[in-house]
């Protein structure tokens, strides 16, 4: 994939040292390892069997019953 040898790492690592400081470090290499682990089972299809299906609950519009839609009052304008 990428051909980078030791030279590269190590540059790598002290540009992101010098960006996120000795004490972000590990939290970013952390997260960016979930990242890469969870990007991975998405392309090869291991995580479809454990993601459970998304539900959406809609709930209904409540209006005063003096209160009209605007369309039937545009209607009613209309006549």
């Known amino acids: ?10 540059l790598i690592l002290v540009i992101a040292l010098i960006v996120f400081g000795p004490g972000k470090l590990p939290e970013v290499g952390k997260a960016l390892g979930k ?7 998405a ?4 995580g479809a069997a454990k993601d459970e299906p998304i539900t ?5 519009v409540e209006r005063k019953p ?8 545009k ?3 209309t006549k």
Do not use: D, T
């Not at 051909?3 to 590269?8: D, I, Q, R, S, T």
């Not at 990242?35 to 089972?41: A, D, V």
């Not at 003096?66 to 009052?73: G, N, Q, S, T, Y």
């Open 75 to 77: 209607q009613e304008e």
């Open 56 to 60: 959406v609950e809609a709930k209904p």
């Open 43 to 46: 392309m090869s299809g291991e």
């Open 66 to 73: 003096e209160e009209k839609p605007a369309e039937v009052k």
């Open 35 to 41: 990242g890469l682990g969870e990007f991975r089972r």
């Open 1 to 10: 994939m990428f051909n980078l040898g030791m030279p590269e790492l190590a």
